[in-house]
C-alpha cells in the first residue's frame, strides 16, 4: 500500500499537486472556521457518517468513479468520435475556459438537481445526498455513485472533447469541490445582495432542510438560477432540522443498494 501511494504521488503532475493541497487546506480551513463562526451551534465535527463521508465517499469512491469517468468512458467517446483533436478550445486562455465551464456546467446541474427531485428514479440517487442530519464542508461529499457517474461526465466530457488541456479539468474539479465545502459548511456566512448571484450555506443550508426548502434552492454555485426561475427561498429563521423523513441506512454500502430498493405499490 505504500508503495503504490509512493508511486502515486511521483506521477502526479505539477497541477495535481496544486490541485489536491488547494482541495485539503480548504477542509482543514472550513474545518477551522466552522468552530469559529456556526451556523448550527454546538455541532460535532465527528458526527454520525462523518467517516463514510470522508474514507468512502469523499477519497475511495471518488478515486475510482474518477478513473473509470476518464478511462472508459470519455475516452470511449474520444476515441469514437474523434473531437479533441480538433483542439476547438486549445488557443483560448485558461481562465476563460473556466469561466465558460463552470457556467454552462452549473446551469446543467441547476436543472438536473431540480429534475432529481420532481423525478421518483432520479431522486432514488439523489437522497443519500439528502440523508445526513447534520450538514457541514463535509457531508454535500455524499452522492450516491450514479449521480456522480453522471453528473462529473457531463461535467468533464466538454473539456475533454473540445481539446482543453488537461489543467482546466483539473481547475474546474478543484472549483466543483471548493464550491461544494462552501455551500455545505456550518458557517453562519452573511453577503446580502449578493446572494442574488453566488450561491452559499445561506440559502443551501435550507435547501437539506426537512421542510418546504428542501424542493427550493437547487442552485450550486450561481443563485441566480434559482432566482430567474422562481425556486428561490430565502426564509428569516435559520435551518435547523436537517436529513430526510423517512428511513435510510447509516453504512455507505448499504446507502448503495438502498437506492435500487422496490417502489411501494399502492
Do not use: C
Not at 477519497?59 to 474523434?82: E, K, M, P, R, W
Not at 429563521?237 to 436529513?243: F, I, L, R, T
Amino acid at each position: 500500500m505504500i508503495e503504490f501511494l509512493k508511486e502515486l504521488i511521483n506521477n502526479l503532475q505539477p497541477y495535481e499537486i496544486a490541485s489536491y493541497t488547494i482541495i485539503i487546506s480548504a477542509a482543514v480551513l472550513f474545518t477551522i472556521l466552522e468552530r469559529i463562526f456556526p451556523y448550527n451551534k454546538g455541532q460535532e465535527i465527528l458526527r454520525t457518517g462523518y467517516f463514510d463521508d470522508l474514507a468512502l465517499y469523499t477519497i475511495a469512491q471518488s478515486y475510482i468513479l474518477g478513473i473509470f469517468i476518464f478511462t472508459f468512458v470519455i475516452d470511449s467517446i474520444d476515441n469514437t468520435t474523434g473531437l479533441s483533436r480538433l483542439k476547438i478550445f486549445s488557443g483560448l486562455p485558461i481562465w476563460v475556459q473556466l469561466v465558460f465551464f463552470t457556467i454552462t456546467h452549473d446551469f446543467y446541474i441547476y436543472w438536473m438537481h431540480r429534475w432529481q427531485h420532481k423525478n421518483k428514479f432520479l431522486w432514488r440517487i439523489h437522497e443519500a445526498h439528502h440523508s445526513p442530519k447534520k450538514v457541514d464542508w463535509l457531508s454535500g461529499s455524499r452522492s450516491h455513485a450514479f449521480e456522480i457517474l453522471i453528473n462529473q461526465t457531463v461535467e468533464f466530457l466538454p473539456i475533454v472533447l473540445l481539446g482543453s488541456p488537461p489543467e482546466v479539468a483539473a481547475y474546474k474539479g478543484v472549483i466543483s469541490a471548493l464550491w461544494g465545502m462552501y455551500i455545505h459548511s456550518n458557517l453562519n456566512v452573511r453577503i446580502g445582495k449578493l446572494q442574488l448571484f453566488i450561491n452559499g450555506p445561506e440559502m443551501h443550508r435550507i435547501h437539506h432542510t426537512t421542510g418546504k426548502g428542501r424542493n427550493r434552492n437547487f442552485a450550486t454555485k450561481l443563485a441566480i438560477w434559482d432566482w430567474i426561475f422562481g425556486s428561490a427561498f430565502l426564509p428569516n429563521e435559520k435551518a435547523n432540522e436537517y436529513g430526510l423523513l423517512t428511513y435510510f441506512p447509516n453504512n455507505y454500502f448499504k446507502q448503495f443498494v438502498f437506492a435500487f430498493r422496490r417502489f411501494k405499490r399502492f
